[in-house]
């Protein structure tokens, strides 16, 4: 249990607490089940696990309203589950089924769904930064009040696509809310070993951008942060930068053998659990019993198991259907 | 009805046309507002639709490109100026991956109804960083349309379908037509963005080519008249997805090939029609397929040089009098 003195006592409603708490488990069973079903051979090519980093996704979009727009990584499945794109959808595009939500075509890299605005699922670092300020700036000129969320790695700040986005939606003023997913390893190189300037604040606000530095392993602290950001895009019509500390437990890939940091590193990291820290803290204040939890991660491991039979149980598509989808008309 | 103008005036009366149409159309790119246009083809335009819809960006090709992008995914209809070819390299990813493959790798869920515009092609001594022509890299990527109007009806004409297209389409000016006055033909409004055209009907030998070299291979069409070749030549005008038919019909008649593009001749889009040819029309051709492309060698500065590295008047009549055998 947590030291009193540090004790940060939870004081957003109960409802939204225990959907913070809800959406990480969820996250957190989804990809466990994917780690296996790599090792099974039903999910193929590059997987990346957001195992240890489920706050900021989901104190983030949380933040979000229906309307807002979401641009995200390679790592995103933590995203598209709490977006609210079905963990049906999801799995069977890990599978490559012609019912997954992006048709089988994208595959773990490249979630979309247009029905809750996600646009994906960029497989290049940096790549989604120019397209999320391009979104900005269609919502700016036709005068909608909406935000667009852009995540990213630190590691996509060595990017130029960082610099020119960040000066471009700060010179025209674009209303992009910049979320850093700071997990400290670019793939296995440390953020000291890549970057000369490691203050990311600092970075943005080079370009006269408002930032925020703040706990990512908090899920209630990454939703205050994200929901301040959010407003001040909304009220100011100019884009945010907020930066979440946080970590990833497992490899980046499944093809990485973790020879760059100490397992003594990432045990400490995972004393800072994300759905262990809020539980926890919820149990102390007497807001959640282990049967409620338990509960929760019964549901979110039924969602799964749910979800695997329908990937497994949907159709492929049919190869005369291969060059469709290229053009709007073949 | 006709009218005299210039390759540059259709260009921009084509904008200002679409701008007028349709308030979702906007431009942006470097100087394309203050200054005019670095090649004026927006000049006025600023005047005319203000600030928001002609819009001066920082020189962050890959940035504001990929805001095109994301704009076009957000409802809008931009049109994106990239001053040159050169540039567009530091854009690429973007367009490669983002533009081309956004449709497909969300099973059709998205398009991308984006314009970029670009101005390609050397025989200005403005030597190896100014002088590519990059079309062939662009028709090699599914996702992507490749347009190089050669004409001034297709200057005028070619923007209007490249904007309603509801995939990304990238449009190639040679630099070198901006100046180039002549007739505006009452029937460009028709233009299509599917097809190539007959620029010379002839019957011994078809030279195929697009974008700047149309003038170069008519003028050589001329000269081998005097040689007594009758040569047909064919304008390519949409590099991709190419028209094949139109160029086997033609080759079918003439059973003679020359292919015209200023690329480099290894791996260019010279090289696609030849294969094309080979696959579809072997038995029709009487005399090996010829080429003529620039030298491989970066382009140099002096003149006698570029003009050496260049296809040239001079290198397709003899390519396609050593086709003919006359």
Redesign the interface.
Known sequence: MSDPASFKAVTLPRDLTIKLLTDMVRIRRFEEACAELYGEGKIRGFLHLYIGEEAVAVGAIHALTAQDAIVATYREHGHALTRGITANAIMAEMYGKHSGCSRGRGGSMHLFDAATRFYGGNAIVGGGLPLATGLALSEKLTQKQTVTACFFGEGAMAEGAFHESLNLAALWQLPVAFFCENNLYAMGTALARSESQTDLCAKAAAYKLPTQRVDGMDVIAVHEAAQTACAAVRKTGGPFFVEFQTYRFRAHSMFDAELYRTKAEVEEWKKRGPIHDLSGRLKAQGLLGEDEFLAIDGAARREVEAAIAFAEASPWEPVETLTHDVYATP | MSHKTTYREALREAHRDALRADPRV?LMGEDVGKYGGSYAVSKGLLDEFGA?RI?D??L?E???????????????R?IVEVMTVNFSLLAL??IV??AAT??????????IPLVIRMTTGAGRQLAAQHSHSFEGWYAHV??L?VLAPATIGDARGMLAPALA???PVVLFEHALLYNMEGELEGDWANTDIRSARVRRAGTQVSLITYGGSLWKTLDAASELAAHGVDAEVIDLRVLRPLDTETILESVRKTHRAVVIDEGWKTGSLAAEICARLAEDAFYDLDAPLARVCSEEVPIPYPKHLEDAALPQTAKIVAAARSATGK
């Open positions: 906007f928001q819009r960006t920082p962050s890959l940035a504001f490109v990929g805001a095109g992008i994301g704009a076009a995914l957000g409802g809008l931009p990813d973007q991956n983002t956004l449709r497909h790798m969300s099973g059709g869920q998205f398009s599914p996702g349309k297209d509801p995939d």
